[in-house]
């Protein structure tokens, strides 16, 4: 549902910033809403998709790869590995490290969130011809592009 015309301000209704946050929040109830029946959130997906793609991999990777500290990251890996979704080995020769993979169950949630993604990308989309949609994900990725170099990250 859009805002209201008098939801928002004026200058942020017509702000492509003030607008792709606004996306992103809604998307993400969205996506939560979703995958709460298997027990998931939007937050614990991401590691799990990762190694789903890439395979099994250690803790430092997954911190490289994700947009989170590694304290944030710890957090979310002891709560899949409660879940059963990962498990950790030690890697030999380096007691402080550890190799992360999905388990059967994890590789089935990863499969779960992924779905949950793509329909929640088919829902904000409707009506929107693929072309729309190839230009909407463009430009998106053109404005992150712009912000990032801004300030070089």
Known sequence: MAPRNDDIHPDA????GYLAN?????????????LKPEGLSLGLI?????????????????????????????????KLEALGLIARTPVPGDRRS????????????ADA??????????????????????MLVTLLQRFIANLEASHGT
């Open 13 to 16: 209704a017509v702000a492509p």
């Open 22 to 34: 606004h996306a992103a929040r809604v998307f993400n109830r969205l996506v939560d809403t979703l």
């Open 46 to 78: 991401g590691p799990i998709l990762l190694l789903r793609w890439k395979g099994p991999m250690p803790q430092r990777d997954l911190v490289r790869h994700a947009a989170v500290k590694q304290p944030a990251m710890v957090a979310t890996l002891d």
């Open 98 to 109: 550890a190799s992360i993979a999905l388990t059967e169950r994890g590789a089935a949630m």
């Open 113 to 134: 969130g992924r779905t949950a993604l793509l329909d929640g990308n088919a829902t904000g989309t409707q009506g929107f011809t693929e072309a729309e949609v190839a």
